[in-house]
T-cell receptor
């Protein structure tokens, strides 16, 4: 079956630090990969996505590259801000099912000024 | 952007009672709504998929008689936890796809259920 494993948190950083959250996956087909972000008191929001190998998703300074050879989709940001404090979820969607998502456990990131 | 709202955000109930959680799409019509459950420090687990006007499709291991899902309109789905027990305490999250949209999921804020 499909599964997603992401780096355990919590992660605490200073402003302008470099952030990496590791994510690896197991899938039977050719999945699409996603990063969702949940800010305090809000619902999950799509941060970025990649639909095929070697695609790079990017948004708000965050990037993640779909690496089929290592089955990974690590999230990176070069210089974080306090406003990036949130819970980040890695997820995959099996190509055979349009809507079902398999999520990682989430990583809580706190950025200090 | 598309907004999905859940109500209540927090609910505490006594063991044996039933609790209803609402999920509304505020500015779009939702073809399909999904209900997830999240345990502390664990991933979101899909419980069921509901399409407007039809019966929900439950994931393996989810008791359909315990978690009643109704999707009576294109903007509202409800999850009723019947005869709740402490082990049902969890964070319940809904999401929806927009009718005629790209398939992107829009998530509610979640509802924290505590059963005493």
């Amino acid at each position: 079956g499909n599964s997603v494993t992401q780096m355990e948190g919590p992660v605490t950083l200073s402003e302008e630090a470099f952030l990496t959250i590791n994510c690896t996956y197991t899938a039977t087909g050719y999945p699409s990969l996603f990063w969702y972000v949940q800010y305090p008191g809000e619902g999950l929001q799509l941060l970025l996505k990649a639909t095929k190998a070697d695609d790079k998703g990017s948004n708000k300074g965050f990037e993640a590259t779909y690496r089929k050879e290592t089955t990974s989709f690590h999230l990176e940001k070069g210089s974080v801000q306090v406003s990036d404090s949130a819970v980040y979820f890695c997820a995959l969607r099996d190509g055979s099912n349009d809507y079902k998502l398999s999520f990682g456990a989430g990583t809580t990131v706190t950025v200090r000024a | 952007g598309a907004v999905v709202s859940q109500h209540p955000s927090r609910v505490i109930c006594k063991s044996g009672t039933s609790v209803k959680i609402e999920c509304r799409s505020l500015d779009f019509q939702a073809t399909t709504m999904f209900w997830y459950r999240q345990f502390p420090k664990q991933s979101l687990m899909l419980m069921a998929t509901s399409n407007e006007g039809s019966k929900a499709t439950y994931e393996q291991g989810v008791e359909k008689d315990k978690f009643l899902i109704n999707h009576a309109s294109l903007t509202l789905s409800t999850l009723t936890v019947t005869s709740a027990h402490p082990e049902d305490s969890s964070f319940y999250i809904c999401s929806a796809t927009r009718e005629g949209g790209s398939g992107e999921l829009f998530f509610g804020e979640g509802s924290r259920l505590t059963v005493l």
